[in-house]
């Protein structure tokens, strides 16, 4: 079974421009989860979906981050516009989503952002 | 609020043992673990829940004490393929929502 599939995996951009990044989970998981992972550090939420709905964006800068689900399958995250601090790897994970549990969660290998 | 690793890094023959702390100064649900090679995806180690039901798939063990809000990843006899960051998560008491420590080096040498 394929696991979660996440492209571009590089993408090098100049400050100010947009990016996007697209993932496609697990077949069957409801759960879609975005991270951020600076270097050295541990993955950070940025946005989770359940569904085609977004039940935890708290942690999405809204003023140039924006994600989408679509029909509760693939996602798309995107930047606009990027500024330096951006650059980091973005992490989409999926899960089968239990109620009440957060389980095991399927990490892709990530799209590493530079902004220059 | 992150939960807190220690230590951040360390270094092993092959054969040897570690222990990976991480606490919360949270109630907590339970705790996650996760394993990271460089350049690539973190990898499902095991999760503790409250109670003491242990879910993995993995010969490396770990504990969670739920009154403390700690866990500790025991790495025994260690092999090269234990190399890696280890990362462990704790998912508050709702149930949904887990957030990462900052991770534990290591390296096992030969």
């Known amino acids: 079974e394929a696991g979660v599939v996440q492209s571009p995996r590089y993408k090098i951009i100049e400050k100010k421009q947009p990016v996007a990044f697209w993932c496609n989970p697990i077949s069957g998981h409801n759960t879609l989860y975005w991270y951020l992972q600076n270097l050295g550090q541990g993955p950070e939420l940025l946005i989770r979906?359940?569904?085609?709905?977004?039940?935890?964006d708290s942690q999405l800068p809204k003023d140039r981050f924006s994600a989408e689900r679509l029909k509760g399958v693939d996602s798309t995250l995107k930047i606009q516009p990027a500024e330096l601090g951006d650059s980091a790897v973005y992490l989409c994970?999926?899960?089968?989503?239990?109620?009440?549990?957060?389980?095991?969660?399927?990490f892709g290998e990530g799209s590493r952002l530079t902004v220059l | 609020q992150q939960p807190v690793q220690s230590p951040q890094a360390v270094i092993l023959r092959e054969g040897e043992d570690a222990v990976i702390n991480c606490s919360s100064s949270k109630a907590l649900y339970s705790v996650h673990w996760y394993r990271q090679k460089h350049g690539e995806a973190p990898v499902f180690l095991m999760i503790?829940?409250?109670?003491?039901e242990q879910k993995g798939h993995e010969k490396i063990s770990a504990s969670f004490n739920e009154k403390k809000q700690q866990s500790s990843l025991y790495l025994t006899a260690s092999q090269l393929s234990y190399s890696g960051t280890y990362f462990c998560?704790?998912?508050?008491?709702?149930?949904?929502?887990?957030?990462f420590g900052g991770g534990t080096r290591v390296l096992v040498k030969p």
């Open positions: 503790l829940l409250k109670g003491g």
């Open positions: 994970a999926s899960s089968p989503g239990i109620a009440g549990e957060v389980g095991e969660l399927f």
């Open positions: 998560g704790t998912e508050n008491p709702a149930g949904n929502k887990l957030t």
């Open positions: 979906y359940e569904n085609e709905e977004a039940v935890d």
